[in-house]
């Protein structure tokens, strides 16, 4: 359960504030809801408060599992199956839709190792952008930093 004034992760879309806890009638339901402002696209999302575990809502990662990201980040071992690009668009997709900071890091880390050996089509190049934003918000909030920190911490890593 959230509290307004909250942060939180509602998944592909990052880190958001609880700005509200509003009650709606929809039909003959009344149903309440968490309005949640996301702070990398400015956008407000309506989660509604019964169903924010199924739909991946979770708090933002303590600052402890930092650590494990960039364990994930410095994995080079890790072998990239040859397959087209759009088969693995839909597999990175799906991990990013997960909402695990883990799962997000490894899609980055694939996405930079990828880099090396070949040029990356649109949307991969769109996804890894969206991958680190993802990774700089929730890190910089988890650590109390600047997301401008967290990006050189992760550039550092990929140098």
Do not use: C
């Not at 009638?25 to 696209?41: P, R």
């Not at 090396?116 to 650590?143: H, Q, V, W, Y």
Request: aromatic share 8%; net charge negative.
């Amino acid at each position: 359960m959230f509290n307004k004034g909250d942060m939180a992760v509602y998944p592909a879309h990052g880190v958001g504030e609880i700005t509200n806890i509003e009650t709606k009638k929809i039909g003959d339901l009344e149903q309440a809801f968490y309005v949640m402002h996301i702070l990398d696209s400015n956008m407000t999302v309506m989660v509604p408060t019964v169903s924010s575990d199924s739909v991946g809502l979770r708090e933002i990662i303590a600052s402890d599992e930092v650590s494990r990201v960039f364990d994930i980040l410095k994995e080079k071992g890790t072998e990239i199956e040859a397959r087209p690009w759009n088969q693995r668009y839909r597999k990175y997709m799906e991990k990013i839709k997960t909402g695990s900071l883990y799962e997000i890091a490894g899609v980055l880390r694939d996405l930079y190792l990828l880099k090396e050996d070949k040029e990356l089509s649109f949307g991969e190049r769109k996804m890894m952008d969206t991958a680190k934003s993802l990774l700089m918000t929730e890190i910089a909030i988890a650590n109390h930093i600047k997301k401008e920190q967290v990006e050189e911490d992760i550039d550092k890593v990929f140098a």
